[in-house]
């Protein structure tokens, strides 16, 4: 199906204040063109070199979000134009993000990815961890990152009620920490192409999409 017309469903099916993130990772920019001229502005990439080929390429008035493990060594080159960095999944990452920022003068909204899936290989902080990261000094003296919520992916499993279960251990680590951190504190992204309907009736406020806007990817 053409990608602006499942954009356009997408978009129509999603509840108001749910964000749709177009995940274009390992598709042209001819793809992403079409999502954008169907009304699309914010999508997501997973690596660096990918990213900011197609920033370069692609209209300015784009939201390009970094969804991938991100390495340190390779911050500075996206900060300058980032606008939203999902991943944030270690102390280094936290202070290295804030340090570039602080250099250029810039603040950057991130997000806290926290491991819920049972999959070992699954990215992101442990959830106590996190937590002694976010009581810590050392994070109270970032002031180049706006925490702005947190991101996570359930188990990959066909069990729906495993999923269901990782969503909601998400929602509920998101209302605790919103407690904390107030107003600003306002996403939590989770649900991808096979599994956001119920992520979003766990209370998602933002979805990555990808394969089901833009087909299978070619790796
Ligand atoms: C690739 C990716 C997605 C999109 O997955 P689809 O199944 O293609 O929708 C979402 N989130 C992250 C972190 C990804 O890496």
């Not at 603040?107 to 902080?125: C, F, N, P, R, Y």
């Amino acid at each position: 199906m053409a990608i602006s017309i499942k954009i356009k469903e997408l978009r129509a099916s999603l509840p108001q204040g749910v964000k749709l993130v177009a995940v274009s990772k390992f598709h042209p920019a001819e793809a992403i063109t079409e999502a954008y001229n169907a009304g699309q502005r914010t999508f997501g990439e997973s690596r660096v070199q990918e990213l900011l080929a197609k920033y370069e390429a692609l209209p300015k008035d784009i939201e390009w979000q970094m969804i991938g493990h991100l390495q340190t060594n390779k911050v500075r080159q996206i900060v300058p134009f980032v606008s939203l960095i999902q991943s944030v999944d270690s102390v280094r990452l936290a202070g290295c993000i804030n340090r570039e920022a602080e250099r250029i003068g810039r603040v950057v909204d991130i997000l806290l990815e926290i491991h819920v899936a049972q999959e070992e290989s699954k990215t992101g902080w442990k959830y106590d961890e996190l937590l002694l990261f976010l009581q810590s000094q050392e994070f109270k003296a970032l002031k180049n990152i706006r925490v702005r919520g947190v991101m996570g992916m359930a188990t990959n499993t066909d069990d729906e009620a495993v999923i269901r279960a990782d969503f909601e251990c998400l929602a509920s680590h998101y209302n605790e920490l919103k407690s904390h951190f107030g107003e600003e504190f306002d996403t939590l992204s989770m649900g991808m192409s096979d599994d956001y309907e119920l992520a979003v009736e766990c209370g998602s406020t933002m979805v990555r999409i990808g394969s089901s806007i833009f087909g299978n990817r070619e790796y």
